[in-house]
């Protein structure tokens, strides 16, 4: 059933933002009671983290800036040291802004870069999330004497420079310690940099939610449901053993295992498969390859495959109900066939590494045998190489590759994006520096594989994997390798079944 969950983690765009706001309106909530709302919520905010101190308030021309007018007053009316630098006369300004400046008894003082000093602390409240543009002039000079001076700023909505729906700065934008967004995160607080710019970032409730859900209700399938990465998303969808459960009850996996040369890989994939809960694991080789798998692997079956007739064979099996293929499998031709035999059996299947890269010119035959249930995890380079270098943000070139590919795609890195073709995005936001180490993303497609042969559904799989992958490097911190990841799974598991 595709509906929107769990409001809370909820993400929206610049654009579906807009179009709550004007529905809120039409159904009888002015446009000057979000305002109030907005900036009485984010003043609350300010009060509980900060000692009253010395503030300056950075007031733009639209509604951003009204939101300032009207925290600074918040705060002026509870007895905080308060001046407001409005980019233009506050008279220019116009609608609930200009009520907002009216409605502000404090001072205002000249907009200018002279007027940063350390000690301040600073409410960002120039540019919302319209932005569309670089800034420049005073407002660029002013947010980067801001930036360099380390100011302690609270940013209203997003940072100033900040692009709300990519993250990306445009031309110039200061670090946040806090930013408070109304009615929903916006994809530009969890892509990055935008994500190292906000800070902390609090979602004030200005009413409008129930607007928001019908809105994009509404949109589904034509649009995207986008949320956060956490257990709410997918944590029903876990499947855990039962006191009948035997091992392929449980659910088998087989891995196609890489050349002598490239052993590691596999080995790491089908040990994260095992742990994550799949009841049975074996990892398909050739006949070179296959003493060091059997000699490397305990828990982990082998199985002989000397060719693409004996692969087709044995992942035909009844009880195998998750492939993967791709972790030092090699580039080529031999990699797409086995792909293909894979896909043929229209099992659920993840595509990893060289089984994404290995379609060269011939990307269309892969995509026109993909479904639901596969699940490609290209990092940025791969992504590129099979479907061209995109133009846009990572949440729409991740949604635009699922929706061409007909695959559930994870598009890896610090701000990992997974999408469905149904138009479902989770975008990750645990994930250490620490996991940019070899054998990383092999340790992560295993734990896919893992989930969809315990009969997770594809995007679920997907979403979970990168969670718990992203939690598991959190936990074990600085210098891990990925062979510490699969021996964390445990514990994480026994925190998602206790929740």
């Known amino acids: ?44 905010e300010i009060i509980r983290r900060f000692r009253p101190c010395r503030t300056l308030v950075l007031a733009g021309s639209g509604n951003n800036g009204g939101d300032g007018f009207v925290i600074a007053e918040a705060l002026r009316t509870e007895g905080w040291p308060v001046e407001l630098a409005c980019m233009v006369a506050p008279s220019a300004l116009s609608g609930d802004a200009k009520t907002a400046a009216q409605q502000y008894h404090g001072e205002i003082v000249p907009f200018s870069a002279d007027l940063i000093r350390p000690e301040l602390l600073l409410v960002d409240a120039l540019f919302g999330t319209g932005l569309q543009r670089p800034l420049e002039g005073d407002a660029r000079h002013l947010i980067s004497t801001a930036d360099a001076l380390e100011c302690a700023v609270v940013a209203v909505d997003i940072p100033s420079g900040i692009h709300s729906d990519s993250g ?21 607080h969890l892509l990055y940099p935008g994500r190292e710019y906000a800070g902390e970032v609090v979602v004030a409730d200005i009413g409008i939610s129930p607007q928001m859900e019908a809105l994009l209700m509404e949109q589904r399938g034509a649009q995207m449901f986008i949320h956060e990465n956490t257990p709410a998303l997918w ?17 088998a996996a ?47 079956m082998t199985h002989l495959c000397r060719d693409k007739e004996a692969f087709a064979a044995a992942i035909r099996q009844e009880r195998q109900r998750a492939l993967l293929i791709g972790p030092g499998h090699g580039r080529g031709e031999k990699t797409a066939e086995y792909v293909l035999a894979a896909l043929a059996t229209g099992k659920p299947c993840v595509l990893d590494a060289d089984a994404l890269t290995s379609f060269g010119e011939n990307k269309e035959l892969l995509f026109a045998a993909c479904h ?18 995109w133009e846009g943000d990572k949440i729409s070139r991740t949604l635009e590759a699922a929706r061409s590919s007909k695959a559930v795609v994870l598009l890896k890195g610090a701000d990992t994006v997974i999408a469905s073709p149904d138009g479902r995005i989770a975008v990750n936001s645990a994930a250490p520096p620490d996991l940019a180490t070899a054998g990383s993303g092999d340790v992560l497609a295993g734990i896919i594989t893992g989930l969809l042969a315990t009969g997770m559904p594809g995007w679920e799989a997907a979403a979970a994997g990168a969670w718990i992958h992203g939690v598991a490097g959190e936990r074990l911190g600085v210098g891990l390798i990925a062979e510490d990841l699969p021996a964390a799974l445990p514990d994480i598991l026994r925190y998602l079944k206790e929740l």
């Open 372 to 389: 639901a249930q596969v699940v490609m995890t290209p990092h940025e380079g791969e992504f590129e190489t099979l479907f061209g270098e």
């Open 235 to 251: 944590q029903f969808s876990l499947r855990w053993p039962d006191r009948y459960s035997h091992k392929y009850a449980r659910g």
């Open 168 to 188: 990306k700065v445009l031309g110039a934008a200061a670090h946040a310690r806090l930013t408070i967004t109304f009615a929903a995160r916006k994809p530009g």
């Open 254 to 300: 087989l891995v196609a295992g890489g050349s002598i040369a490239c052993t590691g890989a596999a080995r790491l994939a089908a040990m994260a498969a095992l742990r994550i809960g799949a009841g049975a694991v074996t990892v398909a080789c050739d006949e070179e390859a296959l003493p060091v798998y059997a000699a490397h692997l305990t828990s982990v």
């Open 1 to 44: 059933m595709h509906h929107v969950l769990h409001e809370e983690h909820l993400v929206v765009t610049a654009a579906q933002m807009r179009a709550a706001e004007q529905r809120a309106m039409l159904e009888g909530i002015s446009g000057w009671e979000m305002m109030q709302r907005a900036g009485q919520l984010a003043a609350r």
